[in-house]
């Protein structure tokens, strides 16, 4: 049943990672067909996250357990609508969904984490840094990784949009750093009794993967677009996404009996 948690948690974050992602890629320099396409596999995320969600719905308090349900569905659908805009070229009306889809997919990752629904601000505080900064970093890597892919469809488009992602990707696992810095050094001063050597085997498997040898792998496709050899960054950006879902599914491990982000 924990293994249900963290997939649902993580369908969440990384769904609102690549929402956020495409929000900020622009139409202009990329072809229509990379938001249809990928707007379908953010539906797909949607569809899996409706179905665990009916499968642990009894560990839910009825009332959140429906509001998921429905907000799963509903995004499941906007999420193709959001398609079908960009399949007729409607631009503007196909950001526009995206951008609903960025608001509604935030909320729902939000009262999808038990701890939220206490009042304590610093709580609060804390789950919202990690929510964001989690999302932030996996989507943007995967959206970066999908787009290189499809300058293998289109290799005539400009190069500008998959720089900015990986700039973005950058800038997600600095705040990453910062957030988990944070986490790690209040669960060491208050949770002690936690750490102990499986606790820090986890720790250092959390920061080799998913910040170290991440920054590495963004790095490297930074260097390799200047060639450019755009299948070859996207090839890294693979071993990059891989780093990063591991990094992102240990440090919820980790946060299981924790009360701060690692």
């Given at each position: 049943?924990?293994?249900?948690?963290?997939?649902?948690?993580?369908?969440f974050?990384?769904?609102?990672?690549?929402?956020?992602?495409?929000?900020?890629?622009?139409?202009?320099h990329?072809?229509?067909?990379?938001f249809?396409?990928?707007?379908?596999?953010?539906?797909?995320?949607?569809?899996?996250?409706?179905?665990?969600?009916?499968?642990?719905?009894?560990?839910?308090?009825?009332?959140?357990?429906?509001?998921?349900?429905?907000?799963?569905?509903?995004?499941?659908?906007?999420?193709?609508?959001?398609?079908?805009?960009?399949?007729?070229?409607?631009?503007?009306?196909?950001?526009?969904?995206?951008?609903?889809?960025?608001?509604?997919?935030?909320?729902?990752?939000?009262?999808a984490?038990?701890?939220?629904?206490?009042?304590?601000?610093?709580?609060?505080?804390?789950?919202?840094?990690?929510?964001?900064?989690?999302?932030?970093?996996?989507?943007?890597?995967?959206?970066?990784?999908?787009?290189?892919?499809?300058?293998?469809?289109?290799?005539?488009?400009?190069?500008?949009?998959?720089?900015?992602?990986?700039?973005?990707?950058?800038?997600?696992?600095?705040?990453?750093?910062?957030?988990?810095?944070?986490?790690?050094?209040?669960?060491?001063?208050?949770?002690?009794?936690?750490?102990?050597?499986?606790w820090?085997?986890?720790?250092?498997?959390?920061?080799?993967?998913?910040?170290?040898?991440?920054?590495?792998?963004?790095w490297?496709?930074w260097?390799?677009?200047?060639?450019?050899?755009?299948?070859?960054?996207?090839?890294?950006?693979?071993?990059?996404?891989?780093?990063?879902?591991?990094?992102?599914?240990?440090?919820?491990?980790?946060?299981?009996?924790?009360?701060?982000?690692?």
């Open positions: 049943m924990a293994l249900l948690w963290h997939i649902l948690h993580f369908a974050r990384l769904n609102l990672g690549m929402l956020i992602a495409m929000a900020i890629t622009s139409p202009r990329v072809t229509s067909g990379f249809r396409v990928h707007l379908w596999v953010a539906m797909g995320i949607n569809a899996l996250a409706a179905m665990v969600v009916y499968m642990i719905g009894s560990d839910y308090v009825p009332e959140v357990r429906d509001q998921l349900l429905t907000q799963s569905i509903l995004l499941t659908v906007g999420s193709y609508a959001g398609a079908v805009c960009w399949l007729y070229e409607k631009h503007k009306l196909g950001r526009i969904f995206i951008v609903v889809l960025v608001v509604l997919t935030g909320y729902t990752a939000w009262i984490t038990p701890e939220v629904s206490t009042w304590d601000i610093r709580q609060t505080l804390i789950e919202c840094s990690d929510i964001i900064t989690s999302s932030l970093a996996v989507g943007s890597i995967m959206t970066a990784m999908l787009l290189g892919h499809w300058y293998l469809n289109t290799p005539t488009m400009d190069l500008m949009p998959l720089r900015l992602l990986l700039k973005f990707a950058a800038i997600a696992i600095l705040l990453r750093v910062i957030t988990i810095s944070i986490g790690e050094a209040c669960l060491i001063m208050y949770q002690s009794e936690l750490v102990n050597t499986q820090w085997i986890f720790v250092g498997l959390r920061w080799l993967a998913g910040i170290i040898g991440t920054s590495i792998m963004l490297m496709t260097v390799t677009l200047r060639i450019p050899n755009t299948q070859s960054a996207t090839g890294i950006l693979y071993a990059a996404t891989i780093l990063v879902f591991i990094g992102e599914l240990t440090a919820q491990i980790l946060s299981d009996t924790g009360l701060y982000p690692l």
